[in-house]
Structure formats: structure tokens, C-alpha cells
């Protein structure tokens, strides 16, 4: 089992920054991948970001490209995203989620945390 517990979520202008952390406990092990997603009220899930273990490997929606980094850090084992030139549509409860055996499914999710950007 594993847990995931983000933090990092706040109220921001466009063009500001915020930084979201998510600490993983329990199997963490067997986080190969780790990802962000977000939903936006009304909107699907869409995932924002993945890494894999060593953090060689990243994917980003084409939303975010540019302006998001993910990144992990296995000794803390903690994953963060960055975001930058943050914009109204980014608004959304943003949630981590692990996996054990590759990019498309994951098994593990965090609650979230609510990012809102303001225009």
C-alpha cells in the first residue's frame, strides 16, 4: 500500500507561480511512475504530468508544456510539479498519483489539493 499526500495548493494571479509537493509513504518502492492530474469543475481528469523512477523520463499534456516541471526526489520520496506563468484555466483540484507497472494506470491517489488561478 502506499499513501500520497499533497500539499502546495493556493490562491495565485495569472502569471504567478506555485510549486505542489506530494510525500508518498508506505510501498514507495514501487512508485515507477508518478504523475499529476487535475480536474477542473465541469472537466474530465486529465493527467498534467508523469515521471518515471530515476527521473530520466517526463511527459506533460500539451497545455502545460513549457510552463510545468515535474520532478522527483527518491531519498525524500517526494514528487513535485512546478508551475509557472500560471493561467485562469489552470485552476483545478490537482492530485498525485503513483503506479507500479507503467504510464496509463495508476493505483494509487492522493486527495488533492485546489489550485486557483486568479485573472
Known amino acids: 500500500q502506499v499513501e500520497l499526500v499533497e500539499s502546495g495548493g493556493g490562491l495565485v494571479q495569472a502569471g504567478g507561480s506555485l510549486k505542489l509537493s506530494c510525500a508518498a509513504s508506505?510501498?514507495?518502492?514501487?512508485?515507477?511512475?508518478m504523475a499529476w492530474f487535475r480536474q477542473a469543475p465541469g472537466k474530465e481528469r486529465e493527467r498534467v504530468a508523469a515521471v518515471n523512477w530515476s527521473g530520466s523520463t517526463t511527459t506533460y499534456a500539451d497545455s502545460v508544456k513549457g510552463r510545468f516541471t515535474i520532478s522527483r526526489d527518491n531519498a525524500k520520496n517526494t514528487v513535485y510539479l512546478r508551475m509557472n506563468s500560471l493561467r485562469p484555466e489552470d485552476t483545478a483540484v490537482y492530485y498525485c498519483?503513483?503506479?507500479?507497472?507503467?504510464?496509463?494506470?495508476?493505483?494509487?491517489w492522493g486527495r488533492g489539493t485546489e489550485v486557483t488561478v486568479s485573472s
Open positions: 498519483a503513483a503506479s507500479t507497472n507503467g504510464w496509463r494506470t495508476y493505483d494509487y
Open positions: 508506505g510501498r514507495t518502492g514501487s512508485t515507477y511512475i
